[in-house]
């Protein structure tokens, strides 16, 4: 969580963005497309180190104390446009100095591409908490990050 930034000053916020960064140890490129909605979820895709996965993390504090938990898993749910909803089981990691806990999915592949095919919206439930995200300039952005994971789409 990003705790000295307003909202509304985030680049994210209601817009897909892409970030990359290098490791200054390893030279490896990590990039990350995402966007966050005003009810405080950030949803992000990720390559790295040759890994793909997608990452939910909270954005505002009483959506990061939803993510604190003793699980090890949580259910997300999420559908685009008017498809039937889909339920899954996500990995958790656990908060750390500097970081929130957040909810990330390894194999998420079908999910990426039905983004970037999606004409509307993307709907998000995890925690109880509810994120309906646009995928205005989604697909431009996810081809990024699944090419740098040699990803086929």
Known sequence: ?????????????NKWSI???????TDDVHITTGVGVEDGLHYMLQCSSGS?????????PQVAMEFITMDSTAEVTWRVDEEPAIT?????????????AVVINTDAEDMAMA???????????VHGVTGV?????????????????????
């Open 19 to 25: 970030e990359r960064a290098t490791d200054p140890l």
């Open 115 to 125: 983004v970037m095919n999606a004409n509307d919206r993307l709907v998000l439930r």
């Open 52 to 60: 793909f996965g997608v990452i939910v993390a909270p954005l505002k």
């Open 88 to 100: 899954e089981e996500w990995h958790i990691l656990p908060a750390r100095a500097g970081r929130n």
């Open 133 to 153: 995200f646009s995928v205005e300039g989604a697909a431009e952005h996810i081809q990024q990050v699944l090419e740098h994971c040699d990803i086929a789409y």
């Open 1 to 13: 969580m990003l705790p000295s930034l307003a909202l509304a000053e985030l680049n994210f916020l």
